[in-house]
């Protein structure tokens, strides 16, 4: 507080003139997977766009550095005294400064980079609430940001992801989910501790149902919705595996128009988290 009493305004960013300032080394090559892999690890992330960034500020990650063009910056005004009040340095550059050190035009303009935190457990996921998604092999990671955007819209509590499917927290899973997958639980169990998550959950009181568009399926309109579910879904094309449809306690599909093959699995997840929470 000033001695009047009032509020202290929020320090201005700091401004960066050369790309090859060391404070923009969290936001090199980022359209280099392979470097963004090694670079990141299982410690970083990166969200662009401010509706991703106004989710990432609202989950409490760890922030540790926001990049703006000049025309960004009164935009993210408001934005500008929580992250000062946590000590995270905000830094504007000019466009060309920008797109020299990602290497491309980042026409959002404004991108963060923030610290992993670790994943909870199946166990400790399965007591933050009644519905969860379960996603196995899902090697698309626009598929999953939708799912993810589309599970916080409609009422999942939390998801599970298997060790083959994509990094939830890749730029674009990021991006593509609006920052909503930040908000949720996401547990991400190793490959040999796969083969019982179906069974964890039941043991937790967890009904599953595997998602599958064989005719053979259960209609999703013609069941009662248990009080704690867990909904499992595949990549595209090769669906969900044998073992893991056979560990469900059902097999459901969406009823669809004769001659349509199925969804697109981000549609799909829509459908069934839609249909889940229904009213009785």
Known sequence: MTQSGSTPLPAPPVALSDAQDQRLDDYRALNDQAYRRAYEGDELFVAEGFVAI??????????????????RVERFSTQLATLGERGVPVYVAAKDVITAAVGF????????VAR??????????????????????????????????AARALGIDALIVDARSTDPYSRRSVRVSMGEILLLPIARPAAEEWRDVLGELGRAGVETWAMSPMPTAESIWDLEVPERLAVVLGAEGPGLDRRTIERATRTVRIPLRAGVDSLNVGHAAAVTFAAIGRPP
Do not use: C
Not at 54 to 71: K, M, N, T
Not at 130 to 148: K, Q, Y
């Open 54 to 71: 106004d989710r990432l500020i609202e989950s409490g990650h760890e922030i540790r550095s926001v990049l703006l063009a000049p025309s």
């Open 105 to 112: 035009d980042l026409h959002r303009g404004v991108v963060a």
């Open 116 to 149: 992993r935190r670790d994943h909870p457990s199946v166990a400790e996921v399965a007591v933050t609430g009644s519905r969860f998604a379960v996603l196995e092999g899902l090697n698309d990671a626009e598929n999953l940001g939708a799912i993810a955007r």
